[in-house]
């Protein structure tokens, strides 16, 4: 079974910087593609960044140069630093496999103030 455990979550000034975590057991975390998602209040979930086994990021513009997602195997955790955080930067973060497992975490709220 997998289970997803994302932390790390806050409230931070806009400017500010936070480290989420993600948790993951239940898959062969080394093999796997790790996506972090976020669903801001009122709109659907989007996939915001992604690291390969091999260690190959991707990000979405809105993003780019100021998120990095990473990984390490031996904890079985992905991670995402986020800096210069924005108050659009509001959402429930995720994290999940590539393709999605069934069974999403609880998420980590994440809020900027302005």
């Known amino acids: 079974q997998v289970q997803l455990v994302e932390s790390g979550g806050g409230l931070v000034q806009a400017g500010g910087s936070l480290r989420l975590s993600c948790a993951a057991s239940?898959?062969?975390?080394?093999?796997?593609?790790m996506v972090w998602h976020r669903q801001a209040p009122g709109k659907q979930r989007e996939w915001i960044a992604l690291?390969?086994?091999?260690?190959?990021?991707n990000y979405i513009d809105s993003v780019k140069g100021r998120f990095t997602i990473s990984r390490d195997n031996a904890k079985n955790t992905v991670y995402l630093q986020m800096n210069s955080l924005k108050p659009e930067d509001t959402a429930i973060y995720y994290c999940?496999?590539?393709?999605?497992?069934?069974?999403w975490g609880q998420g980590t709220q994440v809020t900027v103030s302005s």
């Open positions: 239940g898959i062969i975390f080394s093999h796997s593609v």
């Open positions: 690291i390969t086994r091999g260690a190959t990021t």
């Open positions: 999940n496999t590539n393709p999605p497992a069934p069974g």
